[in-house]
């Protein structure tokens, strides 16, 4: 395999931490929903870590789904337009969906999704990130549950990747930039 050409930051957050707060969430959604079933739908594929851990953290009836999208056009996205490359299988009306995402950064994403989702006529619908980037963010959105809010930096491991690397990192770290 070729080398790696990335620089690699110190551990910003560690697998404990991570454990730990995704158990807190856990938690809380038990706690808000008691009483109810829940639908997640994680944000393919950079949730998939934080969905299956947070799925064993809530002692619920819980069903999962999984929608794949991309945004429209390479580099900066000004639209908010994303396309759909997996919908979901599940009928959402009637459910309390909440959607797993890994990151938000400018919230674009999120934001035409959360319209998308609405539109399918939800019982509820909520937002579970398991990081939080405000300071880039380009539209008013409020996740209702965040694991950890983190600066402007480029951050891999536990789902996020640069160049489809560094998902598997079992912790949270960033990549230097020169
Ligand atoms: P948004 O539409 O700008 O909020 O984009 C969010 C998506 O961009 C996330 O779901 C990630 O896939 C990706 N992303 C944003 N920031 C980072 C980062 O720091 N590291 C890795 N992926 C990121
Ligand atoms: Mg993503």
Do not use: H
């Not at 064993?56 to 999208?69: E, G, H, P």
């Not at 908010?80 to 890994?102: F, P, Q, S, T």
């Not at 950064?105 to 909520?126: I, M, V």
């Not at 809010?149 to 489809?164: M, N, S, T």
Request: charge should be negative.
């Amino acid at each position: 395999m070729s080398e790696t050409k990335y620089d690699l930051s110190e551990v910003l957050i560690s697998e404990e931490q991570l454990k730990k707060r995704v158990a807190e969430i856990g938690a809380d959604i038990t706690r808000d929903y008691k009483g109810e079933e829940v639908l997640l739908v994680g944000i393919l594929k950079g949730s998939v870590p934080f969905m299956a851990d947070l799925m064993r953290c809530i002692d619920l009836d819980v069903a999962i789904d999984f929608m794949a999208v991309s945004s429209y056009g390479s580099g900066v996205k000004t639209s908010g337009v994303v396309r759909i490359i997996k919908d979901l299988d599940m009928d959402l009306r009637n459910r309390n969906v909440i959607i797993a995402e890994d990151i938000i950064d400018s919230g674009l994403t999120l934001n035409y999704l959360k319209g998308y989702l609405l539109e399918k006529q939800p019982k509820s619908l909520r937002i579970a990130t398991l990081l939080d980037k405000p300071a880039r963010r380009q539209v008013s959105l409020r996740p209702d549950y965040v694991g950890f809010e983190v600066e402007d930096k480029f951050i891999v491991g536990y789902g996020l990747d640069i160049d489809q690397k560094y998902r598997n990192l079992p912790y949270i770290s960033w990549v230097k930039t020169e």
